[in-house]
């Protein structure tokens, strides 16, 4: 069975900075894309980052682009967000999500296993 466990949410002041981390098990993900993806309150649920499987292609949207960073950990069944600069435009439950695809992809359509999610706060 698949599971994604997601750790590093909290409380944060505007400007100040988390790493979220996120392990899965139940299966190999070292060749498959993995994603962060966040929802407000009364929103959507948006993407936020993604890398490949190989962890040689990232993508992020704009809203954080040059304050987040994604990365796999060693065993590549691990995955990481580092939240940098953080506003509270940023307060959201956020999600890591595995594709049963190499290739990152921003579409949350393509992401068919989700964890329980890690809520951040940031204050202004």
């Known amino acids: 069975q698949v599971q994604l466990v997601e750790s590093g949410g909290g409380l944060v002041q505007a400007g100040g900075s988390l790493r979220l981390s996120c392990a899965a098990s139940g299966r190999t993900f070292s060749s498959y894309a993995m994603g962060w993806f966040r929802q407000a309150p009364g929103k959507e649920r948006q993407f936020v980052a993604t890398?490949?499987?190989?962890?040689?292609?990232?993508d992020y949207a704009d809203s954080v682009k040059g304050r987040f960073t994604i990365s796999r950990g060693n065993a590549k069944n691990t995955v990481y967000l580092q939240l940098n600069s953080l506003k509270p435009e940023d307060t959201a439950v956020y999600y890591c999500?595995?594709?049963?695809?190499?290739?990152?992809?921003?579409?949350?359509?393509?992401?068919?296993?989700w964890g329980q999610g890690t809520q951040v706060t940031v204050s202004s």
């Open positions: 999500a595995a594709s049963d695809y190499g290739l990152a992809y921003r579409n949350v359509t393509q992401y068919p296993y």
């Open positions: 890398i490949s499987g190989s962890g040689r292609t990232t």
